[in-house]
């Protein structure tokens, strides 16, 4: 009797969850990439680090884009040394920092001849405001990404075909796009709790939904395409600003039950990047290696293009 009452509710609990969260596919394409170039921001940790080693395992040359020199540097040893590919590389981007972005396209563009794939992967949740005034979480998650595959647009065409891969997350779901919020505060949503905070990632992961519909109407006929996803829940240090006490017992329970390894969260990253005959869903959404519809506010013309122009005005494009 206590066997059905509770264990069996448990077990399907814990069952369903493992069907909506895990991710399960394994990215089987054995694309070549010698002679390519791909940028991973945020390669040094998570997600982004086991995509870069993926990348790197397949012999293109990996920019690791991050923040911090000292975690950077050591993430591309790592992966030098795990995968015997030399073209590893450590380039300097705070993506809360308009001035730090343009300063490594420069770089970038000076340096490098070559763009295949951008793979924006980095993100946070965190409280705060960047040193251009802008919400910490807008900035770092959508801002800050948009000025940088601005910037780097061109060199994308002329080393077409080429991609752009934004790393989303089935949050984008819980998200909606406050104008009045974004035009008064400069940010997402307010407040600095737990609950603001998630609320206003989902937002921001609402945004890369929407710019990748806008972007691929842009890149029409360039040959160069791009894509959003869902990496499946992954265990890795995303939490890491989220402090509360009963948010902290959420996330190690569903670290425990519900949550993969960075390698498995890394799959549908590497299906976007480098599956052939994908092209004609640019624009599109994954999750689990497959094409998943989106909601309507997520796919829908008249708010992608209000958040584009939005966005050139708040990094100086306009
Ligand atoms: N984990 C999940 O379950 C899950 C679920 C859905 C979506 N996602 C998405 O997956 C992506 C990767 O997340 P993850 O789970 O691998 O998280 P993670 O372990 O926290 O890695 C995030 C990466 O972003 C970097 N980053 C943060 N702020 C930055 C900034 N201002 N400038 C440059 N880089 C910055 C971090 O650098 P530092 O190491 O210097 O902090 C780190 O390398 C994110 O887009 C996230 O939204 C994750
Ligand atoms: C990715 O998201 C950023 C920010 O939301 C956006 O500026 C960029 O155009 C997006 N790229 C793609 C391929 O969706
Ligand atoms: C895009 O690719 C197709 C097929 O390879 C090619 O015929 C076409 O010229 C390319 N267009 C551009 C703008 O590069």
New binding site residues.
Partial sequence: MIFLLFIVPLLVAYYIGHRIFVQRKTFTGTANLYGKTVIV?????????ATAAAMAMRGARVIL????KQ??EEAAQEIKMETGNEGVIFMQ?????QKSIRSFAETFLKTEPRLDLLI?????AAPGRTEDGIGMILA??HI?PFLLTNLLLDRLKKCAPSRVVN?????HDLGTIDFDCINSHKRLALGSSDGDLFKA?THS?LCNVLFTHELAKRLEGTNVTCYSL?????????G?DINEWHTRIIKAIVSKFW?TD?VS?AQTTLYCSLQEGIEHLSGRYFSDCQLVQVKPEARDDGIAKKLWDVSEKLCGMA
């Avoid at 981007?93 to 920092?97: H, K, R």
Wanted: charged residues 15%; positive net charge.
């Fill in positions: 921001t945020g390669g040094n940790t998570g997600i982004g680090k884009a991050c923040r911090s975690r950077g981007l705070d993506l809360a920092s924006n992967n980095a993100a946070l770092v998650n800050g790393v989303s997350s089935c949050g990632y992961k869902h990496p499946g829940s992954v265990r890795s240090e995303l890491r949550a960075p969260g």
